[in-house]
């Protein structure tokens, strides 16, 4: 598991649909890497958000812009290290 993966695994892991091998790999990335913890903090509390003012699941094309979002936020912090 590498940041980049972690990033792409991050809705399915938050929504709770990855499957357990695929989660215990990305969490113990977790514990070792601040920035995809901070990530996933920030979008795990998003998430919350959207949840708390719509009693529906987040919609798929605001995860498909938050997703977008994030992978752009990846890239340039990774142009940056
Ligand atoms: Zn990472």
Redesign the pocket.
């Known amino acids: 598991m ?2 980049k993966k ?1 990033i792409h695994e991050l809705t399915a892991y938050l929504d709770g649909v990855l499957d357990s091998e695929m989660r215990a790999d990305l969490e113990l ?2 514990s ?2 601040t ?2 913890r901070v990530v996933v903090d920030t979008t795990r509390k998003t998430i919350q958000i959207f949840c708390n003012s719509e009693p529906v699941p987040l919609p798929e094309d605001v995860r498909q812009r938050l997703h977008t979002a994030l992978m752009d936020r990846f890239r340039r912090n990774a142009k940056t290290i």
């Open positions: 590498n940041c972690v990335h977790l070792r890497c920035d995809c």
